[in-house]
């Protein structure tokens, strides 16, 4: 095992509190003399069918499904995976975004928007970027979730509301382009969507009173193609279902990367809640917060919609973006949108070229506000004493952490399952009170805020495979503690997952549940998983780095069972192979 912690090509960086000024400023770079012959251009038609080898987005492919054909590691010898390299990022925090891998070159981000550039199969590091954050810059999520390659450039979104356009092969700067203000709360975390010399975002900050809003840039030059915003103003189809000025700060954060069907040539987003919290403060249903959306690539022209909860009042952002997949209903094969939701809820929807139809939906985990769903649409009522307003305190579950968070699930064509990382449980209760607009500010008008455990229950954490043809849950794995673990799913029958704070990666048996291996890291494990081969070699790498709302759930858990969980920081990159 080669554990690299500097070297020439790669500097450790520093910690660098949130809201500081980072040090580094310009790029370091390492030996780069063999990039140049073995980079490969990253093409429409091979993001749309990539080699087995390959990952070369945030979820592998358009689809969503976070699945790789790659099946030389299997349920038979993954016992004997080994750690083959590591690399500590010398950053602290939350390190979520997937190892990217594009013919034998890695790609990560991490905390406070460093890229690193890394021989993937010996650890060795290539370049690295470091961006340089305004020192009036305030970051509730410094987390980054990973870069968009398209052509011979990568992207990333950066925690100013920019987008950097970078040379893949020496990480120079290409070009960059501001698309909000972060001074008034704008930010981004996503990792870039890119088809057809469009790279696309979505903004975040809805918990300040922004505007949301997604938007296509162009790759070569970074000039503004489209924008679409998810809270709709006035003259445009939903502006009616906000009171007043409310939409100007309605919040409908976008906080994960958008899937992509091009036979349709449409993309689908996941749009987070309204603001502020309680819904008291804006009558309504207030479109398009808590849906998912349906934009035509080509203009950013709004196709379609599904609501998943109206008037949202327990910060259920629902920023997950459904997996494009078909589901069997009936006798019918259609092409379906599946989301399992933050409000508890799996969600089966049908997507047409004009719109966005319900099919049916029912909890995963314990919730106790949806009362009933109108079969038609899919619309819920509402047990109103579990709804939080202005001077009125509830409790409500799933908590606002919600039953699947922002980490994404994943589906095997092989096993013909869906795996969903859920948190069963847990609930929360807080009181709304009136929020001032203030540029950058806090919006979200809340106070009292507590967490309870559902009387009886003796985990929180789970994996949850179903048959989303036939609505049964399959298998569940429990855990004691919460999960917070982004699944990677194979075709060697197995499923790779962290999440949880006692610092294990494991593998399951994606038929069964079956625990088959487990590695305790340096950290919680919230990084995306992902799996690529070089010159016929299968490896499996994530990033470890506990922190942000993982973390804080955790402290509340602690606080109610009346223990406390250490989990070291640090990010680091850590990559396995089969033993020899």
């Not at 993001?47 to 099946?71: C, V």
């Not at 008037?311 to 259920?316: I, L, R, T, V, Y």
């Not at 769903?373 to 509830?394: M, Q, V």
Request: with cysteine.
């Amino acid at each position: 095992m080669k554990t690299i912690f500097s070297s020439a090509g790669l500097l450790v960086l520093p910690f660098l509190l949130a809201g500081c000024e980072s040090a580094l400023v310009e790029n370091v770079a390492g030996d780069t003399s063999n990039m140049s012959q073995d980079y490969m251009t990253v093409t429409d038609a091979r993001l749309q069918n990539p080699e087995a080898e390959n990952w070369l987005m945030f979820r592998r492919t358009y689809d969503g499904w976070g699945y790789s054909p790659l099946d030389d590691i299997d349920a038979d010898n993954v016992s004997d995976l080994k750690p083959v390299w590591s690399l500590s990022t010398g950053l602290t925090e939350g390190h979520q975004s997937p190892p990217i891998v594009n013919n034998g070159v890695m790609y990560i981000t991490t905390p406070l928007n460093h890229v690193l550039a890394i021989d993937a199969a010996s650890g060795d590091g290539l370049w690295e970027y470091s961006r340089q954050m305004p020192f009036d810059i305030s970051l509730i999520h410094p987390t980054n979730r990973g870069v968009a390659l398209y052509g011979d450039k990568l992207y990333m979104a950066t925690s100013d509301a920019s987008v950097v356009a970078l040379d893949a092969m020496t990480g120079e700067v290409v070009w960059e382009k501001a698309v909000a203000n972060y001074r008034n709360g704008y930010y981004m975390t996503l990792a870039p969507l890119a088809a057809h010399g469009k790279i696309m975002v979505g903004v975040s900050g809805g918990e300040r009173g922004i505007r949301g809003f997604i938007t296509a840039l162009d790759a070569e030059s970074g000039a503004e193609l489209w924008k679409t915003y998810t809270i709709p103003g006035p003259g445009e189809m939903g502006h009616d279902t906000w009171p007043e000025d409310a939409w100007q700060t309605g919040g409908g954060s976008v906080w994960v990367t958008g899937n992509y069907d091009p036979e349709m040539n449409l993309t689908f987003w996941g749009i987070g809640n309204a603001g502020p919290w309680a819904g008291e403060a804006r009558p309504g249903d207030n479109l398009f917060a808590n849906s998912v959306i349906a934009l035509d690539l080509d203009n950013g022209e709004l196709k379609g919609y599904h609501q998943y909860h109206w008037n949202g009042s327990w910060d259920w952002d629902e920023v997950s973006t459904p997996l494009l997949m078909d589901v069997e209903r009936d006798g019918r094969t259609f092409k379906g949108l599946v989301h399992p939701g933050r409000n508890g809820f799996l969600w089966v929807l049908e997507r047409t070229q004009d719109s966005i139809n319900f099919v049916d939906a029912e909890p995963f985990v314990y919730q106790n506000v949806f009362t009933s769903l109108d079969s038609e649409t899919g619309r819920p009522a509402y047990d109103e004493s579990h709804k939080p307003g202005l001077g009125k305190n509830a409790s409500y579950c799933p908590s606002l952490s919600g039953g699947k968070n922002w980490v994404p699930a994943a589906y095997s064509p092989q096993t013909g399952l869906l795996y969903i990382p859920a948190n069963d449980n847990y609930c929360s209760s807080w009181e709304g009170v009136e929020a001032e607009y203030r540029p950058g500010q806090g919006f979200t008008g809340i106070t009292n805020m507590s967490a309870s455990i559902v009387e009886g229950a003796d985990h929180i954490g789970e994996i949850q495979a179903w048959n989303v043809n036939t609505g049964e849950e399959v298998w569940t794995r429990e855990f004691e503690l919460a999960n917070w673990g982004p699944i990677l799913a194979t075709g060697g029958n197995l499923i790779f997952s962290g999440g949880t704070a006692d610092r294990y990666f494991r593998a399951h048996n994606a038929s069964t549940g079956e625990l088959l291996w487990e590695q305790r890291l340096n950290s919680g494990i919230t990084g995306v998983p992902t799996t690529f081969a070089v010159d016929g070699k299968q490896y499996i790498a994530v990033q470890s780095g506990w922190g942000i709302d993982a973390a804080g759930m955790q402290r509340r858990l602690d606080a109610l069972q009346g223990r406390t969980t250490i989990v070291p920081q640090g990010g680091v990159l850590w990559v396995f192979a089969l033993g020899e």
